[in-house]
């Protein structure tokens, strides 16, 4: 079994690196002391690509043979379920470790609490774009009483003054956001693009919502693509992104902004046992690497 992601050199040092994989299982359970519906996503993640796929002399026709280097895996940050502030700040820790390295990180989690201490980490490093893909709305305040959870990283990050811009795309079916949510959304300025939108005009006019020369956070919830490419999530929902919508999307971004930071959540693989998900989602994280190195200036894919 693969011990890191794609065969990348494992660290305990980013200094160096450009770009750091860096899985987190846990962040804030509803209930305490349960582990994440998602825990097994990074390791799952890791052991995905095997063989071919872990080769740099092997051409790769989805990122046009750009094999990005100064990538590292630094493992994952311990969290723990009876503690999930501390296991915030540890996360939050991590993350802000790789940024004062000059590293852009790449989150492999866990479920979609996640984001929030990952957010948190780019406090004072605005101002920032979020682009989401996402079935759901994710503006919960809370739920019951817990603010932290995995319904509510985009209402927190509206609270986070580094952030002044947001896009969420794939909006769909029916999840937690009630028609307050929706409004306060919208009032606070976030672009909301649905499934049905993007299917009926293209990904350019969601690009379009990206202001050119942005630095962004790229987040990627796995129930944002369709269920029949991506099975393995807690909350199914038709008509949802498929994995070129999501690849044009990524490089579509990285034309034209810069991504400062990604990372893919919700992933379920025992809800998914041909593998089908996780490879998928694999694959996205390894695209989400080379448009990172593109955004940043490296070359171009060979297309």
Known sequence: MAT?????????????????VLGVPNATPYTVGRASHCAGAPAALRAALTGYATKPEQYDFDIGGLRPSGVVDCGDVA??????AGTRERITAAVARLLAAGVVPVVLGGDDSVVIPMFQAFAGRGPLTVVQIDA????RDEVGGERFGWSSPMRRASEMPWIDRMVQ?????IGSARAGEVADARAWGSTLVTAAELYRTGVGPALDRVPAGARCLVTIDCDGLDPTVMPGVSARAPGGLLYHHVLELLYGIAAKATIVGFDLVELMPERDPS?????????????????IAISRGGPARDT
């Open 79 to 84: 969290g723990d379920p009876f503690d999930p």
């Open 275 to 291: 593998g089908l998900s996780t490879l998928t989602a694999a694959r996205i994280v390894c695209n989400g690497i080379a448009a």
């Open 4 to 20: 890191t992601f794609a065969g990348f050199p494992a660290c305990s040092d980013p200094a160096g690196a450009a770009i750091a």
């Open 136 to 139: 759901h709305l994710d503006w």
């Open 169 to 173: 795309i794939g909006l769909r079916g």
